[in-house]
């Protein structure tokens, strides 16, 4: 297709008292100005800016780079990330408590256009959908707001977890309905939008999708009469004579490997389709680049794909009216009609997607031997309508993401919104152990697909973040800074495809993998560990508001881990140093929130039982696959790669603590978080020694925007509620902290020794440092006798622990009158049904109504007072009484259909508070035999 102009944007990224940045994505050169207006304005306003990107900057600081003018990537790939700059000089500041509207104007070679120009102020069809007004009213121009001066009055909008193919509703489209109520208030609407990961899947591509995305991965580079200009590096190609015609039941019988001189004079293969074909990845990228994501037959691999996976998933500009290549076919019609993406299928009509085809070379390890594929051909045939009903559900999926792609465009024009990657962005698994990143880093495709999936996230995400910081660059006048800066990069980026020539450049591609320390492994320590690489580029950033200061983790790229295989510390504690400030935090703020795309306080059953088990079970289920010493693929012997649960932050105990540590310095600290595909909160009570009023930190979890919980957890969450009960009981929710080993910290019953306790609890006493649970301990007091003393395991009040710390879930305390309709539980008359159970005639209809409302409740979307198993996204705000008491709330919001109407209620589903202080709590002090304890269910009056 024709590309246009605007391929993605504009996207309003970092505002802060001195900048405003937006960021678009075009298919041609141009130069990019921004202008600022007070006020909510429309596109033909006589008013002068408030301020311009072309503004005279501040001579005591670098220019901004590359400033007004495009970095082209690709022949229409070419990237603005445009900021207004406020020089002290000018004596102006933007305000908060206060709206913004920016416009766009962009300078061609043939033409200057704006926001208007566009057509991007009124109702417009993109792709065959109808998109609203950008600025949320015929002719408004996009506006913000900046974080307000009252810490109640802020918004903080977060998630993650956006995956085109999953069967639920988007919820970054849903939150365009939350800013549409909000948008003409500046202390009432989204301050500022955290992404916290997974923006896209590289690993897991639909193949309905990924014909669109591999074609326009060309568009964007390239080509030179119809062969792409950007070349893919792998290990060993393979080549067929011309006259060969490929059997499709063994097409690698057909190929064998080529020289290393035939590869020279051909050079490297073209990206995309027919060389890596649509649905058939899977094997190639698991052994040629030794990746462990098993998700999906597509994974991203080109620079363009992944170009292509972003303006995608942000726009519905590229999209097109027909899916490549597919068509709409019927019983007896086998040619069909071209497949459009907002097509309905009706009766039979099936999806049929085009047959790969056999090119001249191919990558090494691309097919799979003749037995798979023989085993694929008859479940084919076995299960033919279960993959008819796949095909079908795979289209109306994207159809309807498609359709909310116009409010994810809106969203992103209107509020100011950050990014920070997680594994997906690059490949699942990513650097989840030293032997992982030794394996794909050692591999060409390895090594092409991580720096491509890093040097899009730099361009599309992390440049926005800050960038001030990309104006760093060295210069011929400067060479002493190294050519190792984030401005560098930029400069690096553009070289990699040289007009009409095909690239990447080997010597720019080697730089930026360098940068990004493609070339450098963990080492092992003294202690067995293995410690983080120290990178050229770091990823962490930090923004504030007048009350409130936020930094963003990068819990992958600077992760040490326990063992070679054993779980990351996903922030290495030397890392941690650069990436969470000491405090006192600066003059007037008063709560630090943390972004961390891995949860960092998950639910205790969850980080102490069921991600230690899963892991384990599925290791169990695929033995075979770990153990079998004649398997070439990447999680060859490398157990804990599905699921994710190895990368829970309490695996790595040290790291953990050191962070807990670190971030109680600041005792009011709320961790927004993603990864884990559900919505649930827990709040954390830290004290450092005899500290009578502990930090808290509360932990808000939103996850994901179009993707779930995995079907082993829903299940618990259906069955009998189980995992809700699991939830609330006490389990592995406190700490015991001690510096160093010492005898004695723990007095035993009379006539106990160390021996008489369990292997883990003497281990844990000999460990530097020392951390106790307070479960799991002797207890001699007979049953039924009040306990005595000498019977018990207690603290020793002599050497009390340094520090201490307890986890407490948080649960949704709304009346059901205060919820949304669609999750109201069906009312009883509790003293009705209490005098019906008195009376044997009428028990059995009394039972019947309770009965009723329990599966009532799991009809209405289940219990989801404490977790949420469905596409969210999460509101963070705060309330502060007369008192300086500050209470964190977390909103958690989906879109579910009332059970009256039938029609779709978006609204705050489930809410959660905690407190954060100040408050005096009492330490844990009390030892315990039982693991759980069971918590009383709350009385009608209660």
Known sequence: MQLPLLLAGPLLRRVDPGLVAVQVVLSEPADVRIRVFEGRVAADTTNPPFATSGDAPDPNVAEPHPGEKTVRIGEQLHLGLVTVRLAPASGKVFQPDRLYSYDVTITGARNRTDLAGLGLLGTHTVSGVEVGPLGYADRMLPSFALPPTTLDDLRLAYGSCRRPGYDDGDALAWMDEYLNERFDDPRGRIHQLFLGGDQIYADDVDSIMMLRTAELGVELIGTDEGVPLE?????????????????????????????????????????GPPQFPVGDRLQLTQVSAQLTSGDGANHLISLG??????????????????????????????????????????????????????????????????????????????????????????????????LGLGRVQRVLANVPTYMMFDDHDVTDDFFLNPMWRRRVQGTALGQVILTNGMLAYALFQDWGNDPRRYDEVTTPERPDLGGQLPGDLLEKATRLFPASAPGPDATAFAEIGRMFGHNLDNQPVADGRFGTVDAPMTWHFTVDGP???????????????????????????????????RPPLPAGREVLVVVAPLQVIGPPVIDEVVAKAIYRIFDMAKREGLTDTASVTGNRLMPGTNPDALETWAFDPITFEHLLARLAEHQRVVVLSGDVHNAASNVMSYWRGAAEQPARIAQFTSSGFKNVMPVYLRALDRSAMLLQELLRAKLGVERLGWTRPDADLVLLPEGRTEADLVATTRARLLRSPVLLATHGWLDDNPDGEEPQERFTSRLNPAKPPDWRWKVTPLVDGRPDAERPAPIRAMPLDDAAIEAQLADPATAFAAMQAVAARHQAALDRMRNTRQMMFRSNFGICRFEQDDDGVVTAVGEVYTSAPDPETQQPVLGPYMVHRASLGPQDEDPPEQLREAVLSRVPVPGPEQ
């Open 547 to 581: 009350k409130h200061v936020v930094v963003a983790l990068d819990n992958r790229t600077r992760r040490s881990y326990v063992a070679e295989i054993g779980p990351p510390g996903n922030v290495a504690t030397e890392a941690l140093v650069d990436q969470i400030p």
């Open 305 to 402: 794909e992944f170009a292509a996976a972003y303006v995608m998933a942000w726009s519905p500009a590229c999209w097109g009216d027909e899916v490549p290549g597919a068509r709409l076919v019927a019983p007896g019609d086998a040619i069909g009609s071209a497949l459009r993406w907002l097509d309905t299928p009706t009766g039979e009509q099936d999806v049929d997607l085009p047959l790969e085809v056999f090119p001249e070379r191919v990558p090494q390890h691309l097919y799979s031997d003749a037995a798979t594929i023989a085993q694929r051909e008859k479940e084919k045939v076995e299960k033919a309508a279960e993959k008819f009903r796949a095909r079908r559900r795979s289209h109306r999926v994207h159809r309807d993401f498609l």
């Open 231 to 271: 070349r893919v590096k792998v290990g060993q190609v393979l080549r067929r004579p011309e006259a060969t015609e490929p059997n499709r039941l063994d097409p690698g019988a057909s190929y064998t490997p080529e020289t290393p001189q035939q590869t020279e004079a051909a050079g490297d293969l073209p990206a």
